[in-house]
């Protein structure tokens, strides 16, 4: 199941932010309010933080650009399986 991930609110007056950059790339995994980008205002850069663990997704923009808040930033696939490294096979 693909989970979500928006653009926080920034604070009172703000509406848009840049992507700084991407923490997680797609495929990695990514627990539970781990950091998986950074936003960019005027005044201040902020995280966003994973709503779920699992596994990072589709990024919807790239750094640099500007999203507004409440815009799809990216998907996490829900769940923990993917993101492990495989076992090694018996020998």
Do not use: R, Y
Request: charged share 15%; proline share 8%.
């Amino acid at each position: 199941m693909s989970i979500e991930v928006k653009v926080p609110t920034l604070g009172e007056s703000v509406t848009e932010a840049t992507i700084g950059q991407w923490l997680k790339q797609p495929g990695e995994a990514v627990k539970l309010d781990e950091p998986i980008a950074s936003l960019e205002t005027d005044k201040v850069a902020i995280a966003v933080n994973a709503p779920a663990a699992g596994v990072m997704g589709a990024q919807l923009f790239q750094a640099g650009d500007n999203v507004s808040v409440g815009a799809l930033l990216a998907t996490i696939e829900a769940g923990s399986g993917a993101a492990a490294a495989p076992a090694p096979a018996p020998a």
